[in-house]
C-alpha cells in the first residue's frame, strides 16, 4: 500500500512538471537537496516493487482473472 501511495505521488509530481513546470521537490530545496533525492528514490523503488509484483495482485493478470479485452 506504501509503494502505490509513493506511486501516485510520483505519478502526481510528473502531472505537475509537465503542466505548471513545478516540482515537488521544490517544497524539500530542489532537486539538490538529501530530502528530495530520497523521495525521487523511494518513489523510483516503489514502481519497481509495482512492477515486480504487480501480476500477483491484479484481477485482470490472473490466470482465472480473465482477460484484458475484459476490462
Sequence with gaps: MI?????????LNWLLVGLAM????AI???QDALISRLIYILVGLSAIL???THKKD???CAPSGGSMSSM
Design 50 to 52: 509495482v512492477i515486480v
Design 28 to 30: 524539500f530545496g530542489g
Design 58 to 60: 491484479c484481477r485482470g
Design 3 to 11: 509503494a502505490l501511495i509513493l506511486l501516485v505521488i510520483g505519478g
Design 22 to 25: 513545478w516540482d515537488i521537490g
